[in-house]
């Protein structure tokens, strides 16, 4: 059964970031790999879909900064990008991370 990424579901990186509660999801992006585009404005590609998380550090929860996680295929986890990948900690930061399929949809969700 497959999963979709919800706002208040906590994720970790594969390079050892987070855990982070998720707060803001842009879903259905195809914006270029912003690497390409700063080298290359006028000819920059399209990329595969993907989402954009907006999350806060849940280890330091009165820290005002937010955390960005881009580019991420949803249904992979994988970044369109790169070698990058979330995990989902089900249960919250202090769970044992999982790996799970998810479902691409074509909205935006928001906390607030």
Known sequence: MA????????VKTNYDTGPY?????IRNCDCPNPI???????????????IHLTCRHVNNPNKRDYAYLNGFD???????WGNDR???????????????????????????
Do not use: F, W, Y
């Open 3 to 10: 999963t979709r990424l919800e706002v208040g579901m906590v």
């Open 21 to 25: 509660q998720i707060r803001r999801i």
């Open 36 to 50: 390409e585009e700063i080298n290359n404005p006028s000819g920059a590609r399209k990329s595969k879909r993907h």
């Open 74 to 80: 949803e249904k992979t986890l994988k970044s369109v």
């Open 86 to 112: 979330l995990i989902l900690c089900e249960g919250g930061a202090t769970a044992d991370p999982i790996q799970l399929t998810m479902e691409l949809d074509c909205e935006q969700d928001d906390d607030g």
